[in-house]
């Protein structure tokens, strides 16, 4: 297993140290995604994710239900954060992201759990939705990292990212994660209410390719550091996934691995509308995968549309089989309450 070095790590202090007051003076009067509320958060105002100050986290949990270089063999370390800047309507973790269901923590609990996951043999530590709490995130890496944390960081996010927050990561992010959602303006706004996210997705897309580059994996085939972007493909050519793939193509010279998502299914929210109420139908996934050939991405994984297993790929957060995960595993304390 590919751990971080000593001096790794020590550098990864460094840089924290270096971008934590910025991180939290953006965060004060919140800066810390595109929406750009302005709200001040740590007075009890909420912005449109509607998070807190301190992060909140809905589980965590080594979870196996990731691309196969994260999961290896005993898991990818995940820590689920409630809420999200983007908010789309269809959201399959929509509990999360928009209920926000979850425990606050405080940074050093945080920390506490990121090393509870290490000891558990993760091979990484794949932070979901950090964007609304990489403030804290960040105090509670500088904690496990003088505790002796030494797994690959993975951030594992919607994609709707400002630029200049992904360049102060720059040396501590290992991994990125990102999903790429929409390709038009259209979708973006009709979906997510973000009519920039096509164009602010392709410039975040370039920024983390600038500094992890492609997929690298060790002699076990785990990954240590690079990008894997995923697409949901959506009914109806919703997300416009020619696009996106156009642009996944340019922005990383075909170089990016990429996650095909076949396994959309309509939300109770949506169930009655007229586009979204309805899985993706295979010529749909079939055009997709023309796509991404077309586009030359060559690398990576497709996930088929599924009508049986979406529970391997999407924690269901009331599955008690997940919980019963965690407990026999000894995180009782990530369990909601
Ligand atoms: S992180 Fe939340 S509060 Fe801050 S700008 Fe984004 S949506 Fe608004």
Same mark, same amino acid.
């Given at each position: 297993?590919? /751990?971080?070095?000593?001096?790794?790590?020590?550098?990864?202090?460094?840089?924290?140290?270096?971008?934590?007051? *910025?991180?939290?003076?953006?965060?004060?009067?919140?800066?810390?995604? *595109?929406?750009?509320?302005?709200?001040?958060?740590?007075?009890?105002?909420?912005?449109?994710?509607? $998070?807190?100050?301190?992060?909140?986290?809905?589980?965590?949990?080594? @979870?196996?239900?990731?691309?196969?270089?994260?999961?290896?063999?005993?898991?990818? !370390?995940?820590?689920?954060?409630?809420?999200?800047?983007l908010k789309c309507s269809f959201c399959q973790n929509y509990d999360i992201s928009t209920m926000g269901i979850g425990r606050l923590v405080e940074?050093?609990?945080?920390?506490?759990?990121?090393?509870?996951?290490?000891?558990?043999?993760?091979?990484?530590?794949?932070?979901?939705?950090?964007?609304?709490?990489?403030?804290?995130?960040?105090?509670?890496?500088?904690?496990?990292?003088?505790?002796? /944390?030494?797994? *690959?960081?993975?951030?594992?996010?919607?994609?709707?990212?400002?630029?200049?927050?992904?360049? /102060?990561?720059?040396?501590?992010?290992?991994?990125?994660?990102?999903?790429?959602?929409?390709?038009?303006? @259209?979708?973006?706004?009709?979906? $997510?209410?973000?009519?920039?996210?096509?164009?602010?997705?392709?410039? $975040?897309?370039?920024?983390?390719?600038?500094?992890?580059?492609?997929?690298?994996?060790?002699?076990? !085939?785990?990954?240590?550091?690079?990008?894997?972007?995923? @697409?949901?493909?959506? #009914?109806?050519?919703?997300?416009?996934?020619?696009?996106?793939?156009?642009?996944?193509?340019?922005?990383?010279?075909?170089?990016?691995?990429?996650?095909?998502?076949?396994?959309?299914?309509?939300?109770?929210?949506?169930?009655? @509308?007229?586009?979204?109420?309805?899985?993706?139908?295979?010529?749909?996934?079939?055009? $997709?995968?023309?796509?991404?050939?077309?586009?030359?991405?060559?690398?990576?994984?497709?996930?088929?549309?599924?009508?049986?297993?979406?529970?391997?790929?999407? #924690?269901?957060?009331?599955?008690?089989?997940?919980?019963?995960?965690?407990?026999?595993?000894?995180?009782?304390?990530?369990?909601?309450?």
């Amino acid at each position: 297993m590919s /751990l971080l070095s000593e001096t790794a790590c020590a550098d990864k202090i460094t840089r924290i140290e270096r971008i934590l007051g *910025p991180l939290v003076e953006l965060a004060h009067e919140c800066r810390l995604c *595109p929406r750009q509320c302005r709200v001040l958060r740590e007075s009890g105002q909420v912005g449109t994710c509607g $998070a807190g100050w301190n992060p909140k986290i809905a589980v965590a949990l080594p @979870h196996f239900g990731e691309e196969p270089p994260l999961v290896g063999t005993k898991g990818s !370390g995940t820590v689920f954060f409630s809420y999200c800047p983007l908010k789309c309507s269809f959201c399959q973790n929509y509990d999360i992201s928009t209920m926000g269901i979850g425990r606050l923590v405080e940074p050093a609990e945080l920390a506490s759990i990121f090393m509870q996951l290490q000891n558990m043999g993760c091979h990484n530590l794949n932070l979901v939705s950090p964007t609304q709490s990489i403030h804290q995130i960040m105090s509670a890496l500088l904690i496990a990292f003088r505790k002796g /944390l030494n797994l *690959p960081l993975v951030y594992n996010t919607s994609g709707y990212e400002l630029p200049e927050i992904l360049e /102060l990561l720059d040396g501590i992010i290992d991994i990125y994660l990102p999903d790429a959602k929409y390709g038009d303006v @259209h979708s973006g706004q009709t979906l $997510a209410s973000a009519s920039n996210y096509a164009e602010i997705n392709r410039q $975040a897309i370039r920024e983390m390719f600038r500094q992890v580059g492609p997929l690298q994996t060790d002699r076990q !085939g785990l990954a240590i550091r690079g990008l894997i972007v995923r @697409h949901l493909v959506l #009914p109806n050519r919703l997300a416009d996934t020619r696009a996106v793939l156009r642009m996944i193509a340019e922005e990383t010279n075909e170089q990016a691995h990429v996650s095909l998502l076949g396994q959309y299914f309509p939300t109770t929210n949506v169930q009655e @509308h007229p586009d979204l109420g309805r899985q993706v139908q295979e010529f749909e996934w079939l055009e $997709a995968v023309f796509w991404l050939h077309h586009f030359d991405l060559e690398r990576g994984w497709l996930q088929y549309p599924s009508y049986d297993d979406r529970d391997m790929f999407i #924690p269901n957060f009331n599955n008690e089989t997940v919980f019963h995960f965690i407990v026999e595993k000894g995180l009782q304390e990530c369990l909601i309450h």
